[in-house]
């Protein structure tokens, strides 16, 4: 199970990337640099809560994960 910090920092690391990519086409798209920042810092913001809120809900569930052996030798 992950703990909660460690989601936060996959999240992120994970929309720092994805700022960048954000940032970039809004830029292309309006050719205003003070709007497009703008669209990739609220984007970001909005995907990290997003991101957390699925790591989460998938930590609960129990799809796919494996059960630890009930002893270790």
């Known amino acids: 199970m992950e703990s909660h ?3 936060i920092a996959k999240a992120i690391t994970w929309r720092t ?3 960048v990519v954000t940032f970039i086409v809004a830029w292309s798209f309006t050719g205003n640099l003070r709007l ?6 609220i984007d970001t913001v909005i995907k ?3 991101f957390y809120a699925h790591e989460r809900l998938w930590n609960r569930l129990q799809f796919g994960k494996q059960k630890a052996p009930e002893y270790q030798i």
């Open 5 to 7: 910090i460690r989601s």
């Open 36 to 41: 497009a920042t703008g669209i990739g810092l």
């Open 17 to 19: 990337g994805g700022t």
């Open 48 to 50: 990290v809560g997003a």
